[in-house]
């Protein structure tokens, strides 16, 4: 098992300067110190059709009335400001960038539990005989004694048999080297929404489930102590 | 005095126009069939157990403005996406788990 870096074709050239975009980095790093709720503000912003702040803050009540503690509140003004940005980018491309910011945040997140120069980003896994995949892993950690494989989604709809199916077979030949990978699929949505949409696929059982309410667990001793699909 | 079964029935309303909006994609429909079945059913157990408290009236803008949200939410990809997003937004201004 090693890894290499996607091919540079031109949709990759493209998506690589939205990753680079430091929008995304700074969302990453906000959501990263974020609670459920506020992750969920995100969400709502990003897909959302307002562009008022106001109207967003009565939306969510918990995180930005007198209940609301100072940093807390302070971390949901930054959080909103930086979704209304990506938001306001039109549609085409907030779609992008909310891919991108998943991404961004799941390497923070890991980045807490392994050296962060251990965390990579579009890279292939190859193994010895088998025909390379064409699509990059979102996210990989690279052990020396261990790896781990994220494709990252923004919401439940983006699981499909396609994604799981890669991911599996990435653990199966793996462990077909003997050697250790953790499959996952990280997606920024409700654990009930990705049920909903796993129920009507076969399961995967190599792979596992982070939502967006176990997205704290990346960070843990324990990586994706989640769901398996 | 708005109850907080008055506040599900709303969001169960704007679920049910972002869930035909949604259903404008074909290949989805089963999702969006089960997506909605999945969260109404969740906000009614929060109604079962709590529908007859009183709203606090931060709770009850706060549905307001979701359920307008909802409302002008015309791309059914975004409204599948809103699907799960409204449900949540609404458990959290009602204090409660997704």
Same mark, same amino acid.
């Given at each position: 098992? *090693?890894?290499?870096?996607?091919?540079?074709?031109?949709?990759?050239?493209?998506?690589?300067?939205?990753?680079?975009?430091?929008?995304?980095?700074?969302?990453?790093?906000?959501?990263?110190?974020?609670?459920?709720?506020?992750?969920?503000?995100?969400?709502?912003?990003?897909?959302?059709?307002?562009?008022?702040?106001?109207?967003?803050?009565?939306?969510?009540?918990?995180?930005?009335?007198?209940?609301?503690?100072?940093?807390?509140?302070?971390?949901?003004?930054?959080?909103?400001?930086?979704?209304?940005?990506?938001?306001?980018?039109?549609?085409?491309?907030?779609?992008?960038?909310?891919?991108?910011?998943?991404?961004?945040?799941?390497? +923070?997140?890991?980045?807490?539990?392994?050296?962060?120069?251990? +965390?990579?980003?579009?890279? *292939?896994?190859?193994?010895?005989?088998?025909?390379?995949?064409?699509?990059?892993?979102?996210?990989?950690?690279?052990?020396?004694? *261990?790896?781990?494989?994220?494709?990252?989604?923004?919401?439940?709809?983006?699981?499909?048999?396609?994604?799981?199916?890669?991911?599996?077979?990435?653990?199966?030949?793996?462990?077909?080297?003997?050697?250790?990978?953790?499959?996952?699929?990280?997606?920024?949505?409700?654990?009930?929404?990705?049920?909903?949409?796993?129920?009507?696929?076969?399961?995967?059982?190599?792979?596992?489930?982070?939502?967006?309410?176990?997205?704290?667990?990346?960070?843990?001793?324990?990586?994706?102590?989640? +769901?398996?699909? | 005095? @708005?109850? &907080?079964?008055?506040?599900?029935?709303?969001?169960?309303?704007?679920?049910?126009?972002?869930?035909?909006?949604?259903?404008?994609?074909?290949?989805?429909?089963?999702?969006?069939?089960? #997506?909605?079945?999945?969260?109404?059913?969740?906000?009614?157990?929060?109604?079962?157990?709590?529908?007859?408290?009183?709203?606090?009236?931060?709770?009850?803008? /706060? &549905?307001?403005? #979701?359920? /307008?949200? /909802?409302?002008?939410?015309?791309? @059914?990809?975004?409204?599948?996406?809103?699907?799960?997003? #409204? @449900?949540?937004?609404?458990? #959290? /201004?009602?204090?409660? @788990?997704?």
């Amino acid at each position: 098992m *090693r890894f290499q870096d996607a091919a540079r074709d031109a949709r990759a050239v493209v998506y690589a300067g939205i990753q680079a975009d430091p929008v995304v980095a700074a969302i990453g790093g906000l959501l990263a110190e974020a609670s459920t709720a506020q992750r969920l503000l995100a969400r709502a912003v990003m897909n959302g059709t307002t562009s008022e702040a106001a109207d967003w803050r009565t939306m969510f009540p918990t995180l930005f009335g007198e209940a609301a503690d100072g940093d807390g509140r302070a971390r949901s003004e930054a959080i909103l400001r930086a979704s209304l940005d990506v938001a306001g980018r039109g549609e085409q491309a907030r779609s992008q960038y909310r891919g991108a910011i998943v991404e961004a945040l799941t390497a +923070v997140l890991l980045g807490r539990r392994v050296p962060p120069a251990t +965390v990579h980003r579009e890279r *292939r896994i190859l193994f010895d005989g088998v025909r390379a995949e064409i699509h990059p892993y979102d996210v990989t950690v690279e052990l020396p004694d *261990r790896a781990e494989a994220y494709d990252c989604k923004w919401g439940a709809r983006g699981i499909n048999d396609e994604v799981l199916l890669q991911l599996e077979s990435a653990n199966g030949n793996a462990q077909a080297e003997e050697r250790r990978l953790l499959a996952a699929l990280v997606v920024f949505d409700a654990r009930r929404s990705c049920r909903v949409r796993l129920a009507r696929l076969r399961p995967f059982p190599g792979v596992r489930l982070v939502g967006l309410e176990s997205l704290d667990a990346l960070g843990r001793a324990k990586a994706a102590a989640a +769901v398996t699909t | 005095m @708005p109850t &907080v079964r008055v506040a599900i029935n709303r969001a169960q309303a704007a679920l049910a126009t972002l869930t035909a909006r949604g259903e404008a994609i074909d290949d989805e429909w089963q999702y969006v069939t089960d #997506l909605e079945a999945a969260w109404r059913a969740r906000l009614e157990e929060v109604a079962a157990a709590r529908g007859g408290e009183s709203l606090a009236p931060e709770a009850e803008s /706060a &549905v307001d403005r #979701l359920t /307008a949200e /909802a409302a002008s939410i015309e791309d @059914p990809h975004r409204a599948i996406d809103w699907m799960s997003t #409204l @449900p949540q937004a609404v458990l #959290l /201004a009602l204090g409660e @788990p997704a």
